[in-house]
């Protein structure tokens, strides 16, 4: 398994940090005038140190937790990334509750036919209380002996539209789903994971990290999720239990969260729920541009989903998990890295 760009960046910046300590030290020491070998100077501590902080990023990710006996649970299974980490965590060796949104829908008849015994198909919308209980329920009645490992925060919904143009139940309904969804399952599965020091993985966004126009709606809930993320990881510490955010780049192409008929069937709704003075103001030529460009944004990016189920998989199997993992392509990640890393201003200019 690979997850290449991700995990050479973080080797780079572990190599990197290490590089700049030792280094400081190597000319430290110079200055100081300490007697050292002819070979060790700033330079050359600076590069083994960057060598070194590498080779052990490397070899600590290369260490994974056993998968025997037991078990995680998985939600939005009917479709896309949910759908397929469940067959690809069962061959691993995992015991899988797969929560689906439509328990005798396709995608759930699909994981029933597999005929895989240690698949678990369970009824679990996450904006229900009850059906969240339930599934608990289900989950501690059928165990194996080394309980609970790790649950994947997957479900989500996705919209879009300009601020003014989102009617206000379209903003609940997908923090509902996106965010206390998330909140309610955690909630729900927290005791059976502190008894195995095990792991939550919240699937956010890069959309979680950098802001799109048009956006805002998916893109407050995916940064509501890094940021609960990170409150539960700094709380979960005393637990053993570790919390860990994957955050997706442009894989709309590769799952069925977006497709050009679901978006021309979502934009006549929307359009049509627009206050008349907004669509004057905005034009309808202008809202079809914004749509075609959301259509040309779904079908442009990769087809292959391997990168995004394989940081999953790594966050929920590596010995020593990072806090997030990117599965971006370039990019994505470079964008992600202006905005997080460099002045807004540079941000604002080159991608807004
Ligand atoms: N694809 C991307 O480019 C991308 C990028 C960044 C992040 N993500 C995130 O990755 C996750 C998976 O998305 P995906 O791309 O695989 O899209 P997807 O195929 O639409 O998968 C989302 C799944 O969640 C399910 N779901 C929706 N509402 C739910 C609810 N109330 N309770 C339980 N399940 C519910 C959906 O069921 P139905 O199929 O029945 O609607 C679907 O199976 C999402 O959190 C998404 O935000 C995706």
Same mark, same amino acid.
């Given at each position: 398994?690979?997850?290449?760009?991700?995990?050479?960046?973080?080797?780079?910046?572990?190599? @990197?940090?290490?590089?700049?300590?030792?280094?400081?030290?190597?000319?430290?020491?110079? =200055?100081?005038?300490? *007697?050292?070998?002819?070979?060790?100077?700033?330079?050359?501590?600076?590069?083994?140190?960057?060598?070194?902080?590498?080779? +052990?990023?490397?070899?600590?990710?290369? @260490?994974?937790?056993?998968?025997?006996?037991?078990?995680?649970?998985?939600?939005?299974?009917?479709?896309?990334? &949910?759908?397929?980490?469940?067959?690809?965590?069962?061959?691993?060796?995992?015991?899988?509750?797969?929560? $689906? @949104?439509?328990?005798?829908?396709?995608?759930?008849?699909?994981?029933?036919?597999?005929?895989?015994?240690?698949?678990?198909?369970?009824?679990?919308?996450?904006?229900?209380?009850?059906?969240?209980?339930?599934?608990?329920?289900? +989950?501690?009645?059928? =165990? *194996?002996?080394?309980?609970?490992?790790?649950?994947?925060?997957?479900?989500?919904?996705?919209?879009? &539209?300009?601020?003014?143009?989102?009617?206000?139940?379209?903003?609940?309904?997908?923090?509902?789903?996106?965010?206390?969804?998330?909140?309610? +399952?955690?909630? &729900?599965?927290? *005791?059976?994971?502190?008894?195995?020091?095990?792991?939550?993985?919240?699937?956010?966004?890069?959309?979680?990290?950098? $802001?799109?126009?048009?956006?805002?709606?998916?893109?407050?809930?995916?940064? &509501?999720?890094?940021?609960?993320?990170?409150?539960?990881?700094?709380?979960?510490?005393?637990?053993?239990?570790?919390?860990?955010?994957?955050?997706?780049?442009?894989?709309?192409?590769?799952?069925?969260?977006?497709?050009?008929?679901?978006?021309?069937?979502?934009?006549?709704?929307?359009?049509?729920?627009?206050?008349?003075?907004?669509?004057?103001?905005?034009?309808?030529?202008?809202?079809?541009? +914004?749509?075609?460009?959301?259509?040309?944004?779904?079908?442009?990016?990769?087809?292959?989903?391997?990168?995004?189920?394989?940081?999953?998989?790594?966050?929920?199997?590596?010995?020593?998990?990072? *806090?997030?993992?990117?599965?971006?392509?370039?990019?994505?990640?470079?964008?992600?890295?202006?905005?997080?890393?460099?002045?807004?201003?540079?941000?604002?200019?080159?991608?807004?």
């Amino acid at each position: 398994m690979e997850n290449s760009l991700d995990s050479l960046y973080r080797a780079a910046l572990w190599g @990197l940090q290490v590089g700049t300590v030792t280094g400081a030290a190597g000319l430290l020491a110079q =200055l100081l005038g300490l *007697p050292l070998p002819d070979y060790v100077t700033p330079p050359s501590a600076c590069f083994a140190g960057l060598a070194l902080g590498a080779t +052990v990023l490397f070899l600590m990710d290369s @260490l994974q937790i056993s998968t025997k006996d037991r078990a995680v649970v998985v939600t939005g299974c009917d479709s896309g990334f &949910g759908h397929e980490m469940v067959f690809r965590l069962e061959r691993m060796g995992l015991v899988v509750f797969a929560g $689906c @949104l439509f328990a005798n829908g396709e995608g759930a008849q699909k994981l029933k036919d597999s005929g895989r015994k240690n698949i678990h198909v369970m009824q679990l919308n996450v904006t229900s209380d009850d059906e969240v209980k339930d599934a608990v329920e289900y +989950v501690r009645r059928h =165990l *194996p002996p080394n309980g609970l490992w790790g649950i994947l925060n997957n479900a989500g919904w996705s919209t879009f &539209g300009h601020v003014e143009w989102v009617p206000i139940d379209i903003c609940k309904r997908i923090m509902d789903i996106n965010v206390w969804g998330t909140i309610r +399952v955690t909630q &729900g599965f927290l *005791p059976l994971l502190r008894q195995s020091k095990g792991r939550v993985v919240n699937v956010a966004s890069g959309l979680g990290r950098q $802001c799109a126009a048009n956006r805002s709606t998916y893109g407050i809930t995916k940064y &509501g999720v890094e940021a609960l993320s990170d409150c539960l990881r700094f709380e979960m510490r005393k637990w053993g239990v570790e919390v860990v955010i994957i955050e997706p780049g442009n894989f709309v192409n590769a799952t069925g969260i977006f497709t050009p008929d679901s978006i021309r069937r979502d934009a006549e709704a929307l359009w049509k729920r627009i206050p008349s003075d907004v669509q004057k103001d905005y034009t309808k030529e202008y809202f079809d541009a +914004v749509i075609e460009n959301m259509i040309y944004y779904s079908t442009k990016g990769t087809t292959d989903k391997s990168s995004v189920l394989d940081a999953m998989t790594l966050a929920l199997l590596h010995r020593y998990p990072h *806090p997030r993992y990117q599965p971006m392509e370039v990019y994505f990640k470079v964008r992600t890295w202006v905005n997080t890393h460099l002045p807004e201003w540079v941000y604002e200019k080159l991608y807004t």
